[in-house]
Antibody
């Protein structure tokens, strides 16, 4: 059974760096063909794709956030980590990680609400 | 690639046939996926690659289209279908989502 779970701070201050961890279960980030992505959703707004990492360490980023976002994987812990620098109140959102199969996201984490406020 | 959904919201009755459309700003072949999301919950994959029903999804959901124009149809609306529906293109990164369509059951 594939599950994903996001963890990290619920509150960050403006200009701080956000680090979110996605813990994977039921599959390995090291398996050929596997991808894990991060998607966020500000309150009451649309989903926004942020980044994606593949089993072979290929990484893709949203152009609008590329300078602020880094995605990495920890094979030993079977985790994917998202870092976002210089956080701003507009970055307040629920952050999801999701398992990518071919082109679509078939399993999602429950989401982690991150509020940016001083 | 920009994804534009219409309508932004709609209200329909149980048993109605409902169609939501999604338009891509350029051709994405059939790399279009549909998700359902209820308040406070993560999205659920309904349809992938334009017309393939995800395992476990009721058969009243169907998808069609190719190129730039796509649609999601619910053949006979049920009370539990009240949700926001979003399309997403997986042709090329960034894998953009539509703005969502909020479906209310009258």
């Amino acid at each position: 059974q594939i599950t994903l779970k996001e963890s990290g701070p619920t509150l960050v201050k403006p200009t701080q760096t956000l680090t979110l961890t996605c813990t994977l279960s039921g599959f390995s980030i090291n398996t050929s063909g596997v991808g894990v992505g991060w998607i966020r959703q500000p309150p009451g707004k649309a989903l926004e794709w942020l980044a994606l990492i593949y089993w072979d360490d290929d990484k893709r980023y949203s152009p609008s956030l590329k300078s602020r976002v880094t995605i990495t994987k920890d094979i030993s812990k079977n985790q994917v980590v998202l870092m976002m620098t210089n956080m701003d109140p507009v970055d307040t959102a629920t952050y999801y990680c999701a398992h990518r199969k071919q082109g679509y996201f078939d399993y999602w984490g429950q989401g982690a609400l991150v509020t940016v406020s001083s | 690639i920009q994804m534009t959904q219409s309508p932004s919201s709609l209200s329909a009755s149980v048993g109605d046939r409902v169609t939501i459309t999604c338009r891509a700003s350029q051709s994405i072949s059939r790399y279009l996926n549909w998700y359902q999301q209820k308040p406070g919950k993560a999205p659920i994959l309904l349809i992938y690659d334009a017309s393939n029903l995800q395992s476990g999804v009721p058969s009243r959901f169907s998808g069609s289209g190719s190129g730039t124009d796509f649609s999601l149809t619910i053949s006979s609306l049920q009370p539990e279908d009240s949700a926001t529906y979003s399309c997403q293109q997986s042709d090329s990164t960034p894998f953009t989502f539509g703005q969502g369509t909020k479906l209310e059951i009258q």
